[in-house]
């Protein structure tokens, strides 16, 4: 019995001194690597060897239960600068993808993201809403990270001090004159947690301020500075330090997958011109014409939910279409000419509505879209007195999305199977299946290039002879180069050629688009 007691005695003291070995190293970590409330990245990509020490601790032993809030407040902090020096240099944890919902990271041998440590482990517990102001998520916009570490017996008031620190600075913007105040997003993100109005919002402020906001000021919120808090983001002009420009709104890593916060809208206008001088069917090669075929497609897209999961939106296509005997660049203008007739076509061609979503919490790489989209005009496949506009079938198109980041690129990869259903006996269904690959470069924080290449196959149900089963009776192939540029904090633009360069049953063209992306703060 007394041996046994001595186990467990020496068992208690190994776990107590393994956490108190636990906050004596972070404290020390933060005290040589953060200054002035910021983070010197670089010093710690230099030697990591410290913060990996930490994190290797994080990752295989257990949560104390005695210390669990310090103990996990901590390890939210350094596991933000780990999964931000794994990328370093980076100008913002946004253009990291999943950085926030991507379980890449473990705790006690459990694999978990940043926002289910800071949901599902610390605010379902403790329901404290001064984590908020302690809760680091590596950008400027955040309270300010101290330069120690928090510890257990003195948590309470390490909290309480920089909730009045940050309550009394200028993360509340006072406009006496104009009896306005401006807040950080943080309290509209997560109004829940300070009484889901804006007066319990005011009051839990007001708790904590000197100088109390009067109750019949205007309450509004500035935009959320997300440039990285990294020390080497400040100068020092005459013996100061003076914060640099804010990062603009990441549109470089946006990609079709990409998904919007809750009451965020995305205004895109993609503009493609698609023309060809000749075309394969059946095995036979054609040339002597010139068909061009015009879209401009208009996609509003809007966040519905809290956890930014889910997003609907709704697609107009305007088309225009001609085509041509003189093969040059002349044969362009049928295209353009916007006449409905044998040899020109002009109008909203269908309306879709559309519904994204990214079905795994712990998978933001992955998403899903799927539009369904019906003909708003007369005889769109055309007539004789009428030329092609587009498909006179329902649609239905379902996009597989998985973006990647590696340093400076990225890959986006895309999977779709487009349903067009036939709406009269005499039509045929089709399914196309297209693949694309995206490889992406970012020089700077404003400037994307990225290399493109796809492959359609077709597959129709043939209604000339009496199987149903489905045949490939087209394909092709497709590579283009294209850049973006971020023209202001939510506006960018986009420049793409593609060439067909093979095709089995199919034209071989090249398309030219221009895209124009506006996205809502």
């Known amino acids: 019995m007394h041996k046994l007691l001595t ?3 020496i068992t208690i003291t190994m776990g107590t001194y393994a956490q108190i070995d636990f906050f004596s190293k972070a404290d020390r970590f933060f005290k040589t690597h953060v200054k002035n409330n910021r ?3 670089s010093q710690i990509k230099t030697d990591p060897k410290e913060l990996f ?4 601790f994080i990752s295989t032993n257990p949560i104390p239960e005695n210390t669990k809030k310090a103990y996990l407040i901590n390890a939210y902090n350094l596991l933000v600068i780990s999964g931000i020096i794994e990328h370093y240099p980076v100008v913002s944890p946004q ?3 999943a950085f926030f919902d991507g379980k890449n990271h473990v705790l006690n041998h459990q694999n978990i993201s940043l926002n289910s440590l800071e949901q599902d482990y610390l605010f379902k517990t403790y329901q404290d809403p001064g984590l908020h102001f302690v809760l680091v998520c590596g950008a400027i916009g955040c309270p300010p990270l101290i330069s120690k570490a928090y510890q257990p017996n003195n948590l309470d008031y390490q909290i309480k001090t920089q909730v009045t620190l940050a309550l009394n600075s200028t993360f509340i913007k006072v406009n006496t004159a104009e009896k306005k105040v401006e807040l950080s997003e943080i309290f509209r993100w997560y109004a829940k947690d300070f009484g889901n109005n804006t007066k319990a919002i005011t009051t839990y402020i007001n708790s904590f301020r000197t100088t109390k906001i009067p109750v019949d000021y205007k309450v509004s919120y500035y935009e959320y500075n997300w440039s990285l ?4 983001t400040y100068k020092k002009p005459e013996g100061t330090l003076t914060e640099l420009a804010i990062l603009p709104q990441n549109l470089q890593a946006f990609t079709p997958g990409s998904l919007l916060r809750k009451n965020q809208y995305d ?6 011109i698609y023309t060809e001088t000749k075309s394969n069917w059946q095995g036979v090669n054609s040339s002597g014409f010139r068909n061009t075929f015009v879209t401009h497609l208009v996609q509003i897209t809007y966040g519905i939910t809290e956890n930014s999961r889910v997003n609907i939106g709704l697609d107009i296509n305007i088309k225009n279409s001609g085509t041509s005997v003189d093969s040059t660049l002349n044969g362009l203008k049928p295209a353009f000419s916007y006449q409905n007739g044998p040899s020109s076509r002009a109008g909203i061609t269908s309306l879709g509505a559309r519904i994204k979503l990214q079905p795994f919490k712990s998978e933001s790489n992955f998403s899903i879209q799927s539009t369904l989209a019906m003909p708003t005009i007369k005889f769109p496949e ?7 506009a587009d498909w006179d079938r329902m649609t239905w198109w379902n996009q597989f999305f998985y973006t990647k980041a590696f340093g400076d690129f990225q890959l986006f990869a895309e999977i779709d199977l487009l349903f067009r259903f036939k709406r009269y006996a ?3 269904g089709m399914l196309d299946i297209p693949t694309s690959v995206f490889l992406s470069y970012f020089p700077n924080n404003k400037i994307t290039i990225y290399g493109m290449s796809q492959h359609v196959p077709r597959l129709t149900n043939n209604i000339h002879s009496l199987t149903t089963d489905w045949v490939i009776p087209a394909n092709y192939t497709a590579s283009g180069l294209g850049a973006k540029y971020q023209i202001t904090r939510g506006l960018n633009i986009e420049l793409l050629y593609t060439n067909f360069w093979r095709s089995t049953n199919s034209g071989q063209g090249s398309t030219f688009n221009l895209g124009i992306k506006y996205i809502t703060k």
Do not use: R, V
């Open 267 to 272: 205004y895109t206008l993609f503009n493609t």
């Open 229 to 232: 808090n990294d020390l080497k």
């Open 39 to 41: 983070i010197d990245y």
């Open 53 to 56: 020490e930490l994190i290797d």
């Open 382 to 388: 055309g007539n004789g007195a009428l030329y092609w």
């Open 426 to 428: 005499t039509q045929i």
């Open 95 to 97: 253009i990291i993808p």
């Open 7 to 9: 186990i467990l005695a």
